[in-house]
Nanobody, 124 residues
Framework: QVQLVESGGGLVQAGGSLRLSCAAS????????MGWFRQAPGKERELIAA????????FYADSVKGRFTISRDNAKNTVDLQMNSLKPEDRAVYYC?????????????????WGQGTQVTVSS
């Protein structure tokens, strides 16, 4: 059974940092692009960061550019999201996803495996 399990969410003060981790099991995703999405209350799920299979190409949404960093360890089958300078508007459920393509994708329809999500709350 293929699973993506996120961890590292929680409550943090504005300006603080959190590191989210996503561990994949059931198959290797070393040849697949990976992404982190988030969904805030009352809003649609949005892609905030994506990474190609090798980690050589990345995408960041404007809202997180310069503050968040996506990385992966193909040997461990993990992908992380380092979040710095957090803002109250970063509050959301964060989802890890694996794409069916090797180059990073900004299209949610290209992601066919999803984690259950982890809550991030930022207090002002």
């Amino acid at each position: 059974q293929v699973q993506l399990v996120e961890s590292g969410g929680g409550l943090v003060q504005a300006g603080g940092s959190l590191r989210l981790s996503c561990a994949a099991s059931g198959r290797s995703f070393s040849n697949n692009a990976m992404g982190w999405f988030r969904q805030a209350p009352g809003k649609e799920r949005e892609l905030i960061a994506a990474l190609s299979w090798s980690g050589g190409a990345t995408f960041y949404a404007d809202s997180v550019k310069g503050r968040f960093t996506i990385s992966r360890d193909n040997a461990k089958n993990t992908v992380d999201l380092q979040m710095n300078s957090l803002k109250p508007e970063d509050r959301a459920v964060y989802y890890c996803a694996a794409a069916r393509v090797s180059g990073y994708s900004t299209q949610a329809r290209n992601y066919n495996y999803w984690g259950q999500g982890t809550q991030v709350t930022v207090s002002s």
